[in-house]
Every structure is written in C-alpha cells, then in structure tokens.
C-alpha cells in the first residue's frame, strides 16, 4: 500500500502550490482526504473529496483550496491559492485509513 505525495515546497504568502497523491495497492477509496499538521500542534482535517467528487473543507481554507479527484489515475490533487503564513505545515494524503508520508509546505510572509 503506498500513498505518495509531491508537490510541497517554500512559496511566499499569497503564492499558490499544488499537491498530488498517487495511491497504489488498495482499490482508490470512495473518500480520499488531506490533512496537515504545523510544528507543536496536532494533524487536522483540511480536504476531503468522495468518489463522486463531492468535497468538505476546514473553514480556515475555504475559498482558497481546492480538493479534486482523477478517478483513472488513482490521484487526489489539492491546489492551494493566496496562502498565508499559518498554512505552513506537512501535508498528508488519507485513504482507507492508509497515510502518505507527508509532504512540507512552507509560507514566507
């Protein structure tokens, strides 16, 4: 079972990055999810997305992230607009209770 997640990085507040999770050796689950975890404080819920492409947000990103799904290609994508300092965290990719490895985003101000 493998989760992978790409697309992090350091990008200065207001930029924008996108990330992806290709999933591989468990069928592509009905729910897929990000979470993110800052330094000292607990992993929390970000994003979510069913199959159908139905999609759930933290208040703190809506309106500036975007979760979607390519079915075909086992991979969950979250593109991140106007970022701000406080996303500042490792990002991880959720399904069937299977984590990524987490991927560092970082926000200058």
């Known amino acids: 079972v493998q989760l992978v997640e790409s697309g992090g990085g350091l990008v200065q507040a207001g930029g924008s990055l996108r990330l992806s999770c290709v999933v591989s050796g468990f069928t592509f689950s009905n729910y897929m999810s990000w979470f993110r975890q800052a330094p000292g404080k607990e992993r929390e819920f970000v994003a979510g997305?069913?199959?159908?492409?139905?999609?759930y947000y933290v208040d703190s990103v809506k309106g500036r992230f975007t979760i979607s799904r390519d079915n075909a290609k086992n991979t969950v994508y979250l593109q991140m607009n106007s970022l701000k300092p406080e996303d500042t965290a490792v990002y991880y990719c959720?399904?069937?209770?299977?984590w990524g490895q987490g991927t560092q985003v970082t926000v200058s101000s």
């Open positions: 959720n399904g069937n209770n299977y």
């Open positions: 997305v069913t199959w159908r492409g139905n999609t």
